[in-house]
Antibody, heavy 127, light 107 residues
Framework: QVQLQESGPGLVKPSETLSLTCSVSGGSVSSSRYYWSWIRQSPGKGLEWIGYIYYIGSTNYNPSLKSRVTMSVDTSKKQFSLKLTSVTAADTAVYYC???????????????????WGQGTLVTVSS | DVQMTQSPSSLSASVGDRVTITCRASQSISNYLNWYQKKPGKAPKLLIYAASTLQSGVPSRFSGSGSGTDFTLTISSLQPEDFATFYCQESYSIPYTFGPGTTLEIK
């Protein structure tokens, strides 16, 4: 069974760049069946999808964060990464990585399925 | 963006109870609705996708229904391990919005 584990600094200063990595075990990052995603949950708030990346490097980001987000993938290391620039206190959150299964219904409509998640890592933005 | 709401925001129930959680979308999302269970310090777990399809390995006491804008998650007979926070999520369009969550507590 696939497992995902987030890693990175737990404290980032305002205006700096948040960088996280997700390591994947028990499965291949290079599979054409999946996207690899980041989701976050701010204290007292709901879950927010940040974006996802395909093994060839193509991406889709949440429009609300798109100007500050960059995702990358390293298939040889079975890792994918998140960079979020110009962080503020509002970016303080638990950040989760997840595997996203590409599914299509009978009409051919694409819908993503977030089927496995990491346990999450808390990132605090503070000076 | 599709907005998602859930009710109730919290719920107290006893082992053996039947519990229903409601999720509503701000526009029709057909059956592109998923449910997740989240326990403190643990990874979120996919329970149900496409509104009513049970993810592999999820106990049959969990069920989902609905289409369009209104959806429900039902637990037919609560077990001690079911107490957690439950989230719905639309998988119809970016940004794949999640509901605010329903926390299920032991009475």
């Amino acid at each position: 069974q696939v497992q995902l584990q987030e890693s990175g600094p737990g404290l980032v200063k305002p205006s700096e760049t948040l960088s996280l990595t997700c390591s994947v075990s028990g499965g291949s990052v290079s599979s054409s069946r999946y996207y690899w995603s980041w989701i976050r949950q701010s204290p007292g708030k709901g879950l927010e999808w940040i974006g996802y990346i395909y093994y060839i490097g193509s991406t889709n980001y949440n429009p609300s964060l798109k100007s500050r987000v960059t995702m990358s993938v390293d298939t040889s290391k079975k890792q994918f990464s998140l960079k979020l620039t110009s962080v503020t206190a509002a970016d303080t959150a638990v950040y989760y990585c997840a595997r996203v299964l590409k599914t299509y219904d009978n009409s051919g409509f694409y819908t993503p399925l977030f089927d496995f998640w990491g346990q999450g890592t808390l990132v605090t933005v503070s000076s | 963006d599709v907005q998602m709401t859930q009710s109730p925001s919290s719920l107290s129930a006893s082992v053996g109870d039947r519990v229903t959680i409601t999720c509503r979308a701000s526009q029709s999302i057909s059956n592109y609705l998923n449910w997740y269970q989240k326990k403190p310090g643990k990874a979120p777990k996919l329970l149900i996708y496409a509104a009513s399809t049970l993810q592999s390995g999820v106990p049959s006491r969990f069920s989902g229904s609905g289409s369009g804008t209104d959806f429900t998650l039902t637990i037919s007979s609560l077990q001690p391990e079911d107490f957690a926070t439950f989230y719905c999520q639309e998988s119809y369009s970016i940004p794949y919005t999640f509901g605010p969550g329903t926390t299920l507590e032991i009475k």
